[in-house]
C-alpha cells in the first residue's frame, strides 16, 4: 500500500497562489490515478482533480479550471497541484489520494493523505 502525506497549505490573500505536495512512501505513484479533493466546513469532500497514472492525462472540476494544474515528479514519487487566481470560496481542507483509476467519485479511492488546509481571505 501507499501512504500519502500533503503540505503546503497555509493562508493566502485572494488573486495569490500556493503549491500543494503531496509525498507518497511504499509505492510509486506511477503505479496509481492520483486525485486531488477538498472538504469545506459542513460540506461533503469535492472533487478538484485527478491525473492518471502515467500523468498524461488529467480533468479538473469546472470550478478550478484554468487555475489549477496537477503535476508529478516521478523521481521524487511526489504529486502537485499548483492553485493561482484563489479565491475565498476554495478554502478548504485538500486532500491528495491515490487510486487504480482516474475517476472523479472519492469512494472509489483506496489511499488519502491526512490534509492539508487552504484559507483565502477576501
Known amino acids: 500500500q501507499v501512504q500519502l502525506v500533503e503540505s503546503g497549505g497555509g493562508l493566502v490573500q485572494a488573486g495569490g497562489s500556493l503549491r500543494l505536495s503531496c509525498a507518497a512512501s511504499?509505492?510509486?505513484?506511477?503505479?496509481?490515478?492520483m486525485g486531488w479533493f477538498r472538504q469545506a466546513p459542513g460540506k461533503e469532500r469535492e472533487f478538484v482533480a485527478v491525473?492518471?497514472?502515467?500523468?498524461?492525462?488529467?480533468n479538473y472540476a469546472d470550478s478550478v479550471k484554468g487555475r489549477f494544474t496537477c503535476s508529478r515528479d516521478n523521481a521524487k514519487n511526489t504529486v502537485y497541484l499548483q492553485m493561482n487566481s484563489l479565491k475565498p470560496e476554495d478554502t478548504a481542507v485538500y486532500y491528495c489520494?491515490?487510486?487504480?483509476?482516474?475517476?472523479?467519485?472519492?469512494?472509489?479511492?483506496?489511499?488519502w493523505g491526512q490534509g492539508t488546509q487552504v484559507t483565502v481571505s477576501s
Open positions: 511504499g509505492r510509486a505513484i506511477s503505479d496509481y490515478a
Open positions: 491525473e492518471n497514472w502515467s500523468g498524461v492525462s488529467t
Open positions: 489520494a491515490a487510486g487504480a483509476r482516474q475517476v472523479l467519485n472519492p469512494n472509489r479511492y483506496d489511499y
